[in-house]
């Protein structure tokens, strides 16, 4: 897994089969769809893989029924499908978590009832779960923090959840395993065309080195998410955008504020929007919201009214009110949504089905969709492809692929299971050098071992990197991560060769992000 051999592959002059751009779930996605078909396949990044919306997502592999409800039921199908297939083939990083909608009119109890039969109607043999009513004594045995005044009932029913950054990491293992070679910090810059003006390679910058390679592809592949716009105005410059931001804001809280292994959903707040509140990491995580941005940013901020938005709305049902001075964490993404046709159209109400789009160019252009189907969305992707005769003919193999690190039966337990077989490496590390067991703060699983694998085996280059990724802290305690960054960096440091001033800039960049995290 070392990267500088991986940019070696870019100076061979070599036409590769498949270039993709973007180094979220949905680029992985087709990386790894591509390359175990056998295509010989180069993936792009320009941050660190999942650094926009992929790490930033509500953490649930869902089939989504605030879109059952809009009356988008193939989404539904082929997510509950997808939400399948990738708890059997990622059990490390997935779990089957148990919902609850507290009803508090008779008329919810029958209403969510049986829209949730449905819901386990179109998930069909790969339902994880049925759906039923449970009387008030037992939806508050089932969220023992709920507001008890004036509850009639409540609904159980089962969806997915996971870890999207570990989930994206193991894809590009997955991928890399099968012959891609797949780099972060390595910034397109250009789009090279034929005689025909056909895109036929990119232009890329290697941030770290500012060294730049021209690479050519049989076909190019846009699947940069909120960013897609950009690529195509590289193609032509008059093109329209396709793609509006919609942030959505979580914040992290102590466990405390929602006792219990159940998850809690609200399917309609004030505004018409969803609420959900999933333990995650042995904290809770709240939200999400759904605000219109003009343009796409890297590390977007949640807005004042965003978080006071979910702060009083997870009051009306909490016995114990969060208020700010609670908030251990908080952080934005920023979802593609087609661009509304009209002034006005609101979010929630667009598809979050994907799109593809074949320019004249021939480059292939992705949008759209959610984390539960990337993998439909990468084979739809290559398919497409060949279909338009840019790939020859081969089969799709991610349906029952296990994704790097699968274990069969992990300890759901163990505060790190989400590292499937690669724990035994981690382990070893240790083994081997004994400090490296040592803690990186006291509160937290988070060993010196850890590092070092981030760096030698899941490409790690910064402590964001680490601490944002590699595993959660930032996601889920800010305070602790800014604890943990001197010797973060200084891990880094040691594994990469870099000098004491490499380190304190480290330090003071990671303590810039961190205050877009926390709440002032």
């Given at each position: 897994m070392d990267r500088l051999k991986l940019i070696q592959n870019l100076a061979t002059g070599e036409k590769w089969d498949v270039v993709i751009i973007g180094g979220g779930a949905t680029g992985l996605g087709i990386a790894m769809d591509a390359a175990t078909r056998g295509y010989k396949t180069l993936l792009v990044e320009q941050a660190d893989f999942a650094k926009g919306t992929s790490s930033k997502a509500t953490k649930l592999v869902h089939g989504g029924v605030r879109y059952m409800a809009q009356g988008d039921l193939g989404l539904v199908r082929e997510a509950c499908h997808e939400r399948g297939l990738l708890l059997k083939n990622a059990p490390h990083l997935t779990k089957n978590e148990s919902f609850v909608i507290p009803n508090y009119t008779w008329f919810d109890n029958i209403k969510y009832t049986i829209g949730l039969k449905f819901y386990d109607l179109l998930a069909g043999k790969l339902s994880l779960g049925s759906s039923k009513y449970i009387n008030k004594e037992k939806t508050i045995a089932a969220l023992p923090s709920i507001k008890r005044e004036g509850l009639k009932g409540g609904v159980v029913y089962h969806d997915g959840q996971f870890d999207d950054t570990r989930l994206a990491l193991n894809i590009a293992q997955t991928a890399i395993e099968n012959g891609a070679t797949v780099l972060n910090y390595m910034k397109v810059e250009g789009l090279l065309k034929d005689s025909t003006k056909k895109v036929n390679g990119v232009k890329v910058k290697d941030i770290e080195t500012g060294n730049t390679y021209d690479v050519l592809g049989k076909v190019v592949i846009n699947a940069t998410g909120v960013y897609v716009d950009n690529i195509l105005q590289m193609d032509r410059p008059e093109a329209p955008h396709l793609v509006r931001p919609s942030q959505g804001v979580h914040i992290t809280l102590d466990r405390s504020f929602m006792e219990g292994d159940n998850a809690l959903m609200i399917p309609e707040t004030d505004d018409g929007?969803?609420?959900?509140?999933?333990?995650?990491?042995?904290?809770?995580?709240?939200?999400?919201?759904?605000?219109?941005?003009?343009?796409?940013?890297?590390?977007?901020?949640?807005?004042?009214?965003?978080?006071?938005?979910?702060?009083?709305?997870?009051?009306?049902?909490?016995?114990?009110?969060?208020?700010?001075?609670?908030?251990?964490?908080?952080?934005?993404?920023?979802?593609?949504?087609?661009?509304?046709?009209?002034?006005?159209?609101?979010?929630?109400?667009?598809?979050?089905?994907?799109?593809?789009?074949?320019?004249?160019?021939?480059?292939?252009?992705?949008?759209?969709?959610?984390?539960?189907?990337?993998?439909?969305?990468?084979?739809?992707?290559?398919?497409?492809?060949?279909?338009?005769?840019?790939?020859?003919?081969?089969?799709?193999?991610?349906?029952?692929?296990?994704?790097?690190?699968?274990?069969?039966?992990?300890?759901?337990?163990?505060?790190?299971?989400?590292?499937?077989?690669?724990?035994?490496?981690?382990?070893?590390?240790?083994?081997?050098?004994?400090?490296?067991?040592?803690?990186?703060?006291?509160?937290?699983?988070?060993?010196?071992?850890?590092?070092?694998?981030?760096?030698?085996?899941?490409?790690?280059?910064?402590?964001?990197?680490?601490?944002?990724?590699?595993?959660?802290?930032?996601?889920?305690?800010?305070k602790a991560a800014l604890a943990a960054a001197p010797e973060v960096a200084r891990i880094i440091a040691e594994e990469l060769n870099r000098d004491q001033a490499w380190v304190e800039n480290e330090v003071e960049d990671f303590k810039k992000l961190a205050k877009t995290y926390t709440i002032f």
């Open positions: 929007r969803v609420l959900f509140a999933v333990p995650w990491h042995d904290k809770l995580i709240v939200g999400t919201t759904d605000t219109l941005r003009d343009d796409p940013e890297l590390e977007p901020q949640a807005l004042d009214e965003e978080i006071e938005f979910i702060l009083s709305t997870a009051a009306k049902y909490f016995r114990k009110k969060p208020s700010r001075a609670d908030v251990l964490a908080v952080f934005a993404g920023l979802r593609p949504l087609a661009a509304p046709k009209q002034e006005g159209s609101k979010t929630k109400e667009i598809s979050r089905s994907h799109k593809i789009i074949v320019s004249d160019s021939a480059m292939i252009t992705i949008t759209g969709g959610k984390w539960t189907t990337f993998r439909r969305m990468a084979q739809d992707t290559v398919d497409k492809a060949i279909e338009k005769g840019y790939l020859p003919a081969k089969s799709c193999k991610t349906e029952q692929l296990h994704i790097h690190g699968y274990v069969a039966s992990p300890d759901q337990s163990d505060p790190l299971h989400f590292y499937g077989t690669d724990l035994l490496g981690i382990q070893k590390l240790i083994q081997e050098n004994p400090s490296l067991g040592e803690r990186l703060v006291p509160a937290y699983p988070y060993t010196k071992a850890m590092v070092v694998w981030a760096v030698r085996n899941e490409y790690a280059r910064r402590v964001e990197d680490v601490l944002g990724r590699r595993f959660r802290l930032l996601f889920l305690d800010v």
